[in-house]
DNA sequence: GATTCATCTTGAACATTGTTCATTTTCAAG
DNA sequence: CTTGAAAATGAACAATGTTCAAGATGAATC
């Protein structure tokens, strides 16, 4: 096993057709919604045929599956910059943060919640943990602000709270629904961890 | 015009039929998934050609946006039987009684928040703003609870707190990520409101 | 009761879209 | 260059939403 370059000319062409197949997909759902995501568009779209799709992807789930994945990857990603040196301020960073990439990536991430497998299939545990992960993120500066706490109590709290401005969001942003102004949603979102924290008796230090 | 009874055969059967391909499709959606519910499945369940379920509903999402519809008119009437003398405990009832009615009827729920039309085509409007009326469910007791605040800023309250305890009622739920024992999660949402309610200002007289 | 006609019902045919697989093509190894 | 394993292909199939011409039904009229 070569680990360091392993780069037959099949394998680069597979990785490449790989990359364009996700990155089509994605810009579909992003800008069309997953309902709109169709396996002969994307063949098309990507220069291959749809049997190329299945036999890098299994079937068709597993490239929405694959987006998907790729979506949480990059909310981790986004949300782990947000600064922590104020425990308070790292709270309301985290919530702004996912206002905005939720913002930004409105149906990739209702892909994400919203796309259910067909059958009995169960839902891949990695994308699964992912998400859990990404909503734990509020327990560090949680176990900060509230050192008496019980650990497993903060756990809860965190994921809660986390659930909390993931509701206020997607429900804020259903254009379908209110059309919230993006400005007085991140009001609205602030104001709620106002009431929060202080609820928690932590200071709300803005 | 006979406004009182109008039942000639005709209609008759007609209203039973749909009543009967309603009630299908809602079994179908609330114990396998929107995801399973198939035109042929239904009309074979109701004994009719699936020409008849599309005279009837114009076409498929036509069903769905129907039990969709049922479903909301159904929570909003479980909301308003919530007992209203006192304030505090009727947020505490709304949010329970939510959480009851998620827990029942999770696909049901599923399918109205989660479902998307075809295209570009609008949701119903009748549909969202049933929603919206239930979400705005909190605001008189809020109001009751907040004299001095200004009435836009109950409402926008209202709409934020239920949002809130959507997210994490329908996240709780969500069996694919956490699978809290409903148990648990009613203690969860409660001491959401407790922590937010004390917030706000307003003493949990629990 | 027979006739008429508007309406409803039917289901086969069609359209769209996910899936399979026998055949062909590709290319790394010998 | 030859060869064989792997990949790519796309036509055919399967599942499912949609249409519509033809037939069935029942209310109205005589």
Redesign the pocket.
Known sequence: MNNVQDE???DQ??IR?RLQILEIARAIIATKGLRS????DVAEAAG?????V???FG???GVILTVNRETVQALTLRLAGVPSEDPVRQLYGLAETYLAFFAEHANLLRSLFEHRM?DDRPYPDDILQMVMDAFALMYPPLVRLLPKADDVKIALLSRTLFSAVHGIISLGLEERMVAVPPQMLRQQVDQFLDAHLAGLGILPVR
């Open positions: 037959s000319l099949r062409k597979k057709r995501l169709k396996v002969r291959c045929s749809v049997g190329s299945y036999n890098e079937d068709f789930d067909e």
